[in-house]
């Protein structure tokens, strides 16, 4: 069985690469995956999967920092222009770009690998040093690019969805391929949650290529996910004429600064790491009016959701106060968020074990990141349930930078950078080892 799935993935392995790349060339960032998403469903259907898409999957009301409505429906149409799938794509209009495939052979446990779909709303290095510049997959959608290998993972979604396909006579149990839009900015995972998609998944795996790390460099378990809060903050003031009368304005622009400077001299926490950060600040309308708008985009993040909740509420009220202290009106808007999680040890370690089987890796030593992931949520809805969930690392840097040999770090094209590029032998790696990780669960 083993010989079996390299030659399988081997085959595939072209299939990928023109997956990963088309993908790339055709990037959309969270809740605009229109086109990604319905290709997806497409070829799982084809593969005989039972597809879930759009609504089915997604609940309106947990979608995190959606785009405006007509922001969503130019990218319909656009992804309607660029070969989208029609069928699926009615399911999906308006940004419920999920999608879930199942594989239902038997009885037996239920195994979840999530794969996240969307780019960065950011442009691409047009660099003719960049890769997907000289070999013509750099995106063509204007501030969408991949970045984080997002397009990866869609595609080592699709060749583990074949592989287990071609393997399921050997399957007791059920597969769940869950394609989730929206990752950045942590909005997406919540809304498949609460539509219940991790409801009956026993087994979650979740795969994230990294440079810096070199093919073969694994972490099985990774975990230390900040949990954190993003919010946007509106200050609404009143205006009045600069020179002739400013004791009629209540000075917006005033109450944000105030409020930025003091949300960065909220108290550290004697338990944890604590983050905060305001990303953008836009304030008034003219030179001589009192500015009666200003709007900050921030975030708070905690070592855990205690820790995060303490930096949440204590920003609240460093806002309450500013806002008060200037007279304004206040509203605060979430835009994203996901809780802290751990991956269960059990399933990193079979996971690890696995990848021994298989040989050509290294494991790597458990680092805490700091940074936040939305599979959190889905972990924490599965180890609720008493099942285990494990979220992976895996090496992909173009260049073979080691994690050991970081010194050169300019060699690295880090994530979210407009250079970001992967060595793509790591999809057929990712589809083998998830493949023979699934087979350890629900093979017979
Ligand atoms: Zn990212
Ligand atoms: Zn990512």
């Known amino acids: 069985m083993t010989e079996s799935t390299k030659a399988i993935v081997a085959k595939i392995e072209a299939q990928l690469i023109a997956d990963r790349r088309d993908f790339h060339r055709y990037a959309e960032s969270g809740w605009e995956e229109f086109r990604t998403a319905s290709l997806v469903a497409r070829r799982l259907s084809d593969l005989g999967y039972q597809v879930l898409a759009g609504r089915q999957v997604i609940r309106d009301e947990d979608r995190m920092g959606l785009p405006p409505a007509e922001v969503l429906e130019a990218s319909w149409q656009r992804a309607v222009a660029q070969g989208g799938d029609r069928e699926y794509l009615d399911l999906l209009r308006g940004g419920f770009t999920g999608v879930v495939g199942i594989l239902d ?53 699709l060749g583990l969805a074949r592989v287990l ?116 600040m836009q304030a008034g309308i003219s030179r001589n009016v009192i500015p009666p708008h200003a709007q900050l985009v921030a975030e708070t993040r905690g070592a855990n959701s205690e820790l995060s909740r303490y930096m949440h509420d204590q920003a609240v009220r460093v806002l309450e106060a500013a806002a008060e202290m200037y007279g304004c009106d206040l509203e605060i808007r979430p835009m994203g968020g996901a809780p802290s999680a751990e991956s269960d040890d059990q399933l990193a370690g079979r996971v690890a074990r696995v990848a021994g089987e298989m040989g050509g890796f290294r494991i790597l030593e458990p680092t805490e990141s700091g940074g936040s992931e939305d599979l959190a949520y889905m972990m ?65």
């Open 380 to 444: 924490q809805r599965v180890q609720e349930r008493g099942g285990q969930a494990t979220s992976i690392g895996l090496g992909a840097d173009l260049y073979g930078i080691s994690q050991d040999a970081r010194v050169g770090r300019d060699a690295v094209l880090n994530a979210h950078t407009p250079e970001f590029d992967i060595d793509e032998r790591a999809l057929g790696v990712a589809v083998e080892l998830l493949t023979r990780v699934v087979l350890d669960i629900v093979g017979v």
């Open 105 to 157: 052979h038997g009885t037996g446990p239920t195994v979840g690998v999530r794969c996240d779909m969307d780019s960065l709303a950011m442009a691409e290095s047009q660099s003719e040093a960049h890769r997907p510049v000289q070999e013509g997959f750099v995106s063509v959608n204007e501030n969408a690019a991949h970045t984080c290998g997002h397009d990866a993972h869609t595609a080592l979604g």
């Open 165 to 280: 396909m071609t393997l399921k006579s050997s399957i007791q149990g059920r597969v769940k391929l869950i394609f989730q839009p929206a990752e950045e900015g942590v909005r997406g995972a919540k809304s498949m949650v609460s539509a219940g998609v991790l409801d009956d998944v026993d087994y979650l795996l979740g795969l994230h290529v990294f440079t810096g790390w070199t093919l073969g460099e694994i972490h099985p378990g990774m975990g230390g996910f900040a949990a954190t809060e993003k919010f946007d903050v509106l200050f609404t003031g009143v205006p009045a004429h600069a020179g002739g009368n400013p004791q009629e304005g209540q000075n917006a622009l005033l109450a944000a600064a105030v409020a930025v400077l003091n949300l960065y001299a909220i108290s550290r926490h004697g338990d944890g790491a604590t983050r905060v950060n305001v990303g953008q």
